[in-house]
């Protein structure tokens, strides 16, 4: 056999090998390629955007919670305030009873303190006619000496 022959009958074949492959077998293969390279990137953009997402969601969270802690001072601080005004309202409406008691009080012994004036004028009134009674030797009548007895005890 002679090995041009071969040589060319294997170039023959590889040239139809290399068509075929290059007809059937290449384009099949540049597609999977291609379509291989393009679900990589957009797996990798879609994991992009899972980061940025991600980012995204912590300083919205932080944010959150932010926020949660400042309204959260703020109740305190008011619930703080309300609780100083509710003590200063108590002590003001307590010091405010007691002044009215401590009136009230007063209006009361001042009340007792005539009664008794009064009770201690009679009582001096008639001491006053029993006395007349005693020294005069004889009967002094209450009603007729009315106004003489009630100076006397207005002076007492």
Request: hydrophobic share 45%; charged share 25%.
């Amino acid at each position: 056999m002679n090995i041009n022959v071969t040589l060319f009958w294997q170039m023959v074949f590889f040239a139809i090998f290399v068509w075929f492959s290059y007809k059937y077998v290449w384009a099949p293969i540049l597609t999977a390629i291609n379509a291989r390279k393009a679900t990589i990137a957009d797996g990798l953009a879609a994991a992009d955007k899972g980061q940025q997402a991600e980012e995204e969601g912590r300083k919205a969270a932080e944010q959150v919670v932010n926020e949660a802690k400042a309204q959260a001072s703020e109740i305190i601080s008011k619930a703080e305030k309300t609780g100083s005004e509710i003590v200063e309202d108590a002590k003001a409406k307590a010091v405010s009873e007691g002044n009215r008691i401590t009136t009230a009080a007063q209006d009361e012994i001042q009340t007792e303190m005539n009664k008794a004036r009064e009770s201690l004028r009679g009582q001096v009134g008639e001491l006053a006619v029993q006395g007349a009674r005693q020294i005069l030797g004889r009967e002094v009548d209450a009603k007729a000496h009315s106004d003489l007895l009630d100076k006397l005890a207005s002076k007492l």
